[in-house]
Each structure stands twice: as C-alpha cells, then as structure tokens.
C-alpha cells in the first residue's frame, strides 16, 4: 500500500490528521484530475471514525500520497466530480 502523508494545510477546516487518513483509506470514490499545468491530483470522498463524509484533496509524489486539502462536508462540486449524488 501508497504512504499518505497529510499536509499541515488539510487540517486548517479542524479535521484531524487522523480523520483525514481514516476518511483517506476509507474512501467511497477517487476520480484522478489532471491540471493544466500537467499537475496530477485525486479528488476522493472517505468517511471518518465517526461516519463524517470528508472531501480530500492530494497529489502524488515519489514516496506516496500528499493530501494537502480536506474539508466536511463535501462540497456539491466533488459530489458532482465523483459521480455520486448527495441527498
């Protein structure tokens, strides 16, 4: 398995760095999203301990994944994003 690494910028919306992996390994959808600019992101929605839906941001690097956004609840776009319908 990919190492997660959590950017000190994901927890600022007060989700916990262990919220956000937990959300991370316990992700519904990923959709891969390529910038522009040739940047490669995932886009995912996971669930925290507490079944809390999480929106996370991250890009890959060499050792893993970066998730350098992550906010709850998820915003309609990455619903629409994933394909999945909030209700």
């Known amino acids: 398995m990919d190492q997660v690494f959590i950017h000190p ?3 600022r919306h007060g989700l916990t760095e262990e919220q956000i992996l937990h959300a991370w390994t316990n992700a519904i959808e990923v959709a891969r999203r390529e910038g522009d600019d ?3 992101d995932y886009v995912a929605i996971g669930f925290d301990q507490n079944g809390r839906p999480i ?9 893993g994944y970066l998730i350098y956004h992550a906010n709850t609840p998820p915003t309609p776009q990455a619903f629409k994003e994933l394909g999945l319908t909030r209700k």
């Open 9 to 11: 910028h994901a927890t």
């Open 55 to 63: 929106e996370m941001t991250a890009v890959w690097k060499l050792a």
């Open 38 to 40: 040739g940047v490669i």
